[in-house]
């Protein structure tokens, strides 16, 4: 579902370059959760940004479903990845109330007013359909990350990648939401790229996970691997010993 190909990301010039994403290349099987893992800082935003049409100064190959996709993407490009933030504050407008934000995907590609589709995608992520009437300052944060998933999957892509989708949030709200994620996966048969700094989040939901360092992958681990607490290099093990245990 997802190939990429000797990606890169430099920022800045000449004289001030930060070569943060460096020749990746990773796949990911359609319905597969892919975990990513790092050290803040070492480029798992940017990787993912570049995936979603977001980050737009990258070279190498990035194809979904067989189809190489550019920086500039057209509408139905854009359809097939979307992204889920930590922070739904950051991806939803304050004075925007819930139903205008959800419609909003629906009415950029001119696909009607959104409304009916709107309503919809709050029952599905458990939500009341009312809430479109409301502000997202009137929501709790993990119904405000409800409605951030909601809003990524209202133009049905076959990809969401997940940056920290769950560690702005309260331990027990927490797993409502990767609950939801992975019951989500399971009915459209979604292929997922999550990170998280959070190892109990990535062995709960990730078939395999990537160990990233400076722009690099450096490890590979199976979900067995988690659980059994089995790394291959000595960098896993660092981390994996400093912030998730
Ligand atoms: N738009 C940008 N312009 C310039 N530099 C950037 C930009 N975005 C990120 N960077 C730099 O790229 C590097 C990687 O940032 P990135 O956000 O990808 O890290 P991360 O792995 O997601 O970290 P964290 O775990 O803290 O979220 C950092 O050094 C950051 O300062
Ligand atoms: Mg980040």
Redesign the pocket.
């Known amino acids: 579902m997802i190939k990429v190909e000797n990606l890169d990301?430099v920022?800045?010039s000449k004289n001030a370059s930060?070569h943060?994403?460096r020749s990746v290349s990773f796949d990911v099987g359609r319905g597969e959760t892919l975990g990513i893992v790092?050290?803040?800082?070492?480029?798992?935003?940017?990787?993912?940004?570049s995936l979603a049409g977001l980050?737009r100064g990258w070279t190498g190959s990035i194809a979904f479903d067989g189809k190489p996709v550019g920086t500039a993407r057209s509408r139905e490009e854009l359809k097939l990845a979307q992204m889920v933030f930590?922070d739904p504050y950051g991806s939803l407008h304050p004075r925007h109330r819930i139903g205008t934000a959800l419609a909003e995907p629906l009415r950029a590609m001119g696909l009607g007013d959104g409304w009916s589709e709107a309503s919809r995608a709050l029952r599905q992520v458990g939500l009341p359909e009312h809430f479109a009437n409301r502000f997202p300052h009137e929501l709790s944060g993990g119904q405000r990350q409800r409605v951030a998933i909601a809003r990524a999957l209202i133009l049905s892509p076959p990809i969401l990648l997940l940056?920290?989708p769950t560690s702005a949030l309260d331990l027990s709200i927490q797993a409502e939401v990767l609950n939801l994620l992975a019951d989500q996966r399971e009915e459209r048969n979604l292929t997922y790229v999550l990170?998280s700094?959070d190892l109990s989040v990535i062995a709960h939901m990730c078939d395999r996970v990537l160990v990233?360092q400076n722009?690099i992958f450096v490890d590979e681990l199976t979900k067995a691997d988690l659980t059994e607490g089995v790394t291959h290099a000595a960098y896993s093990r660092e981390l994996f010993e400093a912030s998730f245990l």
């Open positions: 990301v920022y800045g930060n943060v994403v790092g050290e803040s800082g070492c480029g798992k935003s940017t990787l993912l940004r980050e930590q940056d920290e990170v700094h990233m722009g």
